[in-house]
């Protein structure tokens, strides 16, 4: 019987990130004062990272990486403290950066475990997303994106 026992976690229930294919909702509030964040989502997508500073698996490296190669619109639910919230701001001025609380993600969207990341459609549709922790992770969690939008960034606006 004791052979076994790692089966009673099994029957544990947790809650799934929001599935691929469900929209994503919009606005939620991200931290205790219940601040919402309305997600704008952009021409070629939206990738939208949650992560945390105490978070051992979140590499912010890993953002860096991303920020070098792709142009999509960003957004960051950080968990942290305002001073480490403000550095993130200061290092990657192109995304939409929120100091978040994960109890409030949690009950608000799902989110449970970081790093994860959702790549979304134009038109506010999950296409892909989970959790990370390499940088290939992240750009297959992404690829959907990333197959139809190369790097994201739109070469002649002026197209429809």
Known sequence: MQEQEYMKFLKKRTMAPIPIGENMPTPFAFDR??????????????????????????DFSLLSQYSETF?????????????????IERMYPGFEVFKSDLTVLFKEIRVE????????????????GGLFNTYES??????????????GSILNENIS
């Open 71 to 87: 142009r999509f619109k960003t957004y960051l639910f950080v968990d942290a403290d305002d001073d480490f919230a403000s550095e």
């Open 138 to 151: 992240l750009t297959r969690k992404i690829s959907p994106l990333i197959e139809v939008f190369g790097s």
């Open 113 to 128: 475990a970081v790093p994860l990341v959702y790549a979304v459609n134009k038109v506010g549709q999950i296409v892909g």
């Open 33 to 58: 004062a219940g601040h919402e964040a309305a997600i704008d989502f952009g021409p070629t997508g939206t990738v939208i990272f949650f992560m945390s500073k105490t978070c051992e698996k979140c």
